[in-house]
């Protein structure tokens, strides 16, 4: 079964850090761009950002609200995403989830995020 | 950044009716090397992750009902619920993967009137 298993989310205090992860089975990790997006209570998906693959020099790329404070990383060998983040703002309070940029076979096109975790939540408070 | 601008922000239809979801781009997506729409469609559910239903604007995704279709092209785009099911109460967003930040629309809330 494909899967993807966050964790790591939890109460943190403003200004205070937080690690997540990302945990991939049942497909090649390797082969997928990860991404990570978010949702405060009640709100819309706000796209956070994403790692690439090492063929692209596991490239990086975050929204403008988590620039400098947020880094996407990733271990091939142990099929695992990570997202630090640091200097947390009471905003960044939300669910978190892991997500990958499905690529169609042929040709290599993008299609969609076709697999999403169940998320994870982080609380940023005093 | 490219900006996408959902309407309604929520929608209440009959069961059996059609709904229509629209999505404007503030920018193309469309690729033109593979004449394809970067242009993806989720459904939420409370309390459950973003179900990917419709990529490239107009593919469904597989095991995704014949009753969802999506259109358009370049910056203007549509979801249809060809017959309302009970199951297809959500929250619906639109989002663009021609460039990063993949942004999301808004969200159109979908229920049974």
């Known amino acids: 079964e494909v899967q993807l298993v966050e964790s790591g989310g939890g109460l943190v205090q403003p200004g205070g850090s937080l690690r997540l992860s990302c945990a991939a089975s049942?497909?090649?990790?390797?082969?997928?761009?990860m991404h990570w997006v978010r949702q405060a209570s009640g709100k819309g998906l706000e796209w956070v950002g994403r790692?690439?693959?090492?063929?692209?020099?596991?490239?990086?790329t975050y929204a403008a609200s988590v620039k400098g404070r947020f880094t996407i990383s990733r271990d091939d060998s142990k099929n695992t995403a990570y997202l630090q983040m640091n200097s947390l703002k009471t905003e960044d309070t939300a669910v978190y989830y892991c997500?990958?940029?499905?690529?169609?076979?042929?040709?290599?096109?993008?299609?969609?995020?076709?697999?999403w975790g169940q998320g994870t939540t982080v609380t940023v408070s005093s | 950044d490219i900006v996408m601008t959902q309407s309604p922000d929520s929608l209440a239809v009959s069961l059996g009716e059609r709904a229509t979801i629209n999505c404007k781009s503030s920018?193309?997506?469309?690729?033109?090397?593979?004449?394809?729409?970067?242009l993806a469609w989720y459904q939420q559910k409370p309390r459950q992750p973003p179900k990917l239903l419709i990529y490239?604007?107009?593919t469904r995704e597989s095991g995704v009902p014949d009753r969802f279709s999506g259109s358009g092209s370049g910056t203007d785009f549509t979801l249809s619920i060809s017959s309302l099911q009970a199951e297809d109460v959500a929250v619906y967003y639109c989002?663009?993967?021609?460039?990063?930040?993949?942004?999301f629309g808004q969200g159109t809330k979908l229920e049974i009137k």
């Open positions: 490239w604007a107009s």
């Open positions: 989002q663009q993967y021609y460039t990063t930040p993949h942004t």
């Open positions: 049942g497909f090649t990790f390797s082969d997928y761009a």
């Open positions: 920018h193309n997506v469309l690729y033109t090397s593979s004449n394809k729409n970067y």
């Open positions: 997500t990958r940029l499905a690529v169609a076979g042929t040709g290599g096109y993008y299609y969609g995020m076709d697999v």
């Open positions: 790692i690439r693959t090492k063929p692209n020099s596991y490239a990086t």
